[in-house]
């Protein structure tokens, strides 16, 4: 529910507060986590990636000489100008 929502008095807001900390005292672990989260944010989530079977990625950079770099920036300017005249 949102302060908005709740009149200028909040009375449905902090009715629904009570509520929650009478669940959370009384042992309730949903309403003791949605305390948390509120006062603390939610914890973030460890993520981890790795390649197949947990080897590590292998990242292949391809070696350009110049005259190979100044064409495929060449190519990609062309493209981007094309793409932005279709798009106005």
């Given at each position: ?34 305390i ?6 939610r ?7 790795g ?13 350009l ?7 495929a ?13 279709r798009?106005?």
């Open positions: 529910m949102e302060l908005a929502a709740a009149g200028k008095d909040h009375k449905a807001l902090r009715k629904v507060a009570k509520a929650l900390i009478t669940k959370a005292s009384d042992g309730d672990v949903s309403a003791i986590k949605e948390g989260d509120r006062l603390d944010g914890p973030t989530q460890a993520t981890e990636i390649g197949r079977d947990g080897e590590a990625i292998q990242v292949q950079t391809p070696t000489t110049d005259a190979e770099r100044v064409r920036l060449a190519a990609l300017i062309a493209k981007t100008k094309s793409e932005a005249s798009n106005g």
